[in-house]
């Protein structure tokens, strides 16, 4: 490769000079003004599926030890990636990036993960700020996900609350969040 052109492919990449590209929005400011919207059919792993055809398919399997399930995203009949998860398993694609939420339905708190199912490796996962450390005895802990121009959009519906965070596509790092007002 040409110098110019490996100077300008690692400015696009964002690696040059050590600074990521900015984003193309303000996401905490979306954050601070996104009124509350939820869909309990995108909260579950049927849903969730619903949203990628036609290029992939997601088939569920029932897993070794008896908890959860594992699925599997096929794309022209072939598994292009497996992982667990359960009926609340919430996830979206973008450009052969599989977008996941890794949460225990009963418990508070989710994760997100970006594996790239081209080169079949994990790009990221990340803890979410949520709510954050929640006492209880009995919980429902769901999630919504959905992609916007550079943010994954997690839309956390726990018993102790809701949320938003917006979380940066190619870094994973939070760069938008809310806490909904209890009611």
């Known amino acids: 490769m040409r110098p110019l052109l490996a100077l300008t492919?690692?400015?696009a990449a964002g690696v040059a000079g050590g600074a990521p590209l900015a984003l193309r929005e303000d996401y905490q400011k979306k954050a601070d003004e996104a009124p509350w919207q939820w869909s309990d059919e995108r909260a579950t792993l049927q849903g969730a599926a619903k949203h990628l055809a036609p290029r992939?398919?997601?088939?569920?399997?029932p897993r070794d030890d008896a908890c959860g399930v594992i699925i599997r995203i096929l794309k022209d009949g072939a598994v292009v990636h497996f992982f667990p998860g359960h009926h609340r398993t919430a996830f979206a694609v973008r450009d052969d990036i599989l977008y996941y939420a890794?949460?225990?339905?009963?418990?508070?708190?989710?994760a997100v993960v970006a594996h790239d199912m081209r080169k079949h490796k994990r790009l990221w996962?990340?803890?979410?700020?949520?709510?954050?450390p929640v006492k209880h005895s009995k919980y429902r802990?769901?999630?919504?996900?959905?992609?916007?121009?550079?943010?994954?959009c997690v839309r956390g519906h726990e018993s102790a609350g809701n949320y938003i965070e917006f979380v940066d596509l190619r870094t994973?790092?939070?760069?938008?969040?809310?806490?909904y007002p209890r009611k």
Not at 56 to 61: L, M, P, T
Not at 102 to 110: A, F, K, V
Not at 141 to 152: F, K, P, Q
């Open 9 to 11: 492919a690692l400015l």
């Open 56 to 61: 992939y398919v997601a088939e569920v399997g």
């Open 102 to 110: 890794d949460l225990d339905p009963i418990c508070s708190g989710c």
């Open 125 to 132: 996962r990340v803890q979410l700020k949520g709510l954050g």
């Open 141 to 152: 802990n769901a999630v919504n996900i959905s992609l916007e121009r550079d943010a994954v």
């Open 172 to 179: 994973g790092k939070t760069v938008g969040h809310k806490v």
